[in-house]
């Protein structure tokens, strides 16, 4: 099974920063990328999908790269709504999901 | 509205069984697969158990292979997650979520809001 390994398990920042968030896979899954967001007590929230194409009604400040084993999730200007914790998750025959970062306030 | 709504959650004791449940509206349920992915007290989420669209086909993860089945019935537009011989290390916040077409195949594009199954004796 791949293994989905997120970094950095948290971060601080301040709202109009600009965030980055990498996850690379143990092998390659061909583009089966994709990152959510998910808040406390709520359902998981697609973002991105196919690695860089961004869901209907996800905000432009949401973006997503990579190809092969290493990705990146970057929101080009934080806004307080996006306090959360994010998740990318890989497909290779399995689902699998990183492990988290963690958005908090600075 | 496209909706996948849980129930069947619940407290139950260690080695006993529950059965989870996920009802679909709003699509063609028939043409997607649908899987079951929890989330533990504080933890992350975890894919549980994956079926294919005409039900055919299942996976499961290694930590619910021989205990946990998965299923579902077209003609109701519902998803089941048969859950056997249930452990503490089972307790967690079930989500049942469709997986996408085309470009998002593999990807989890709608999800329910998730029932709670706490083991404990």
């Known amino acids: 099974d791949i293994q989905m390994t997120q970094s950095p398990s948290a971060l601080s920042a301040s709202v109009g920063d600009r965030v980055t968030i990498t996850c690379r896979a143990s092998q390659t899954i061909n583009n089966y990328l994709a990152w959510y967001q998910n808040k406390p007590e709520k359902a998981p929230k697609l973002l991105i999908y196919e690695a860089s194409n961004l869901e209907s009604g996800v905000p432009s400040r949401f973006s997503g790269s990579g190809s092969g084993t290493e990705f990146t999730l970057t929101i080009s200007s934080l806004q307080s709504d996006d306090f959360a914790t994010y998740y990318c998750q890989g497909y290779n025959n399995y689902w699998t999901f990183g492990q988290g970062t963690k958005v908090e306030i600075k | 509205q496209v909706l996948l709504v849980e129930s069947g959650g619940g407290v139950v004791q260690p080695g006993r069984s529950l059965r989870l449940s996920c009802a679909a509206s709003?699509?063609?349920?028939?043409?997607?697969?649908i899987d079951w992915v929890r989330q533990a007290p504080g933890k992350g989420l975890e894919w549980v158990a994956a079926?294919?669209?005409?039900?055919?086909?299942?996976y499961y993860a290694d930590s619910v292979k021989g205990r946990f089945t998965i299923s579902r019935d077209n003609s109701k537009n519902r998803l089941y997650l048969q859950m056997n011989s249930l452990r503490v290390e089972d307790s967690a916040v079930y989500y049942c979520a469709r997986e996408g077409l085309a470009t998002k195949l593999h990807t989890f594009d709608i999800w329910g809001q998730g029932t709670k199954v706490t083991v404990s004796s």
């Open positions: 079926v294919s669209y005409d039900g055919m086909n299942k």
């Open positions: 709003g699509f063609t349920f028939r043409t997607h697969g």
